[in-house]
C-alpha cells in the first residue's frame, strides 16, 4: 500500500477513500491496498494509479520521491514504502521518467 492520496496537492493530503483490497479480505494490512500494476506502455496510460490521481510520469515520481502518502503526512499503518524521502536529484527523476518512456511497445506501429 502507497497511500495513494485523493489528490494531487500536497498541502492537507488526504487518503483516496476507496478501501481497496480489504473490501474483499477485511484483513487490516490490506486496506487501501491496489494492485500494482504493469509500467509496460505506461507512457500512453495516463493519468495514474487506481483513481487517476497523477496526470504525468513526473507526479508519480515525485510522489515516491517524497516518501508516498506518509511521506506527504497521511497518517497510516500499513504502507509498504518507507516513509522517508528517497532523496532522487532532479536528474535522476528525470532519468526514472525516461526509463519508464522507453517501456513503450513499438510493434507494428513502424515509429521512428
Ligand atoms: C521509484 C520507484 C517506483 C516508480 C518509478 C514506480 C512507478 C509507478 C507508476 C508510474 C505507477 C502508476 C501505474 C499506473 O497507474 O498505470 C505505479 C503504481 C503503483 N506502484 Fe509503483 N513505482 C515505484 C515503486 C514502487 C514500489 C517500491 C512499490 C511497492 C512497494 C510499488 C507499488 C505500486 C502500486 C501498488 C501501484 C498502484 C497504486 C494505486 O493504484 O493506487 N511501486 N508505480
Not at 509498504?80 to 532532479?90: G, V
Request: aromatic share 8%; hydrophobic share 35%; no cysteine.
Amino acid at each position: 500500500m502507497l497511500g495513494t492520496p485523493s489528490r494531487a496537492v500536497i498541502a492537507n493530503a488526504m487518503i483516496d477513500p476507496d478501501l481497496g483490497r480489504f473490501r474483499l479480505t477485511r484483513a487490516e494490512p490490506h486496506r487501501y491496498a491496489f494492485k500494482t500494476p504493469s509500467l509496460r506502455n505506461g507512457a500512453l496510460t495516463a493519468p495514474y494509479m487506481h483513481n487517476g490521481v497523477y496526470r504525468t510520469l513526473e507526479a508519480v515520481v515525485d510522489f515516491y520521491n517524497r516518501g508516498g502518502g506518509a511521506g506527504i503526512g497521511i497518517q497510516l499503518d500499513h504502507q509498504t514504502l518507507p516513509p522517508d524521502p528517497l532523496r532522487l536529484t532532479a536528474t535522476e527523476q528525470r532519468d526514472l521518467v525516461a526509463f519508464m518512456r522507453a517501456l513503450t511497445d513499438t510493434t507494428g506501429t513502424q515509429r521512428r
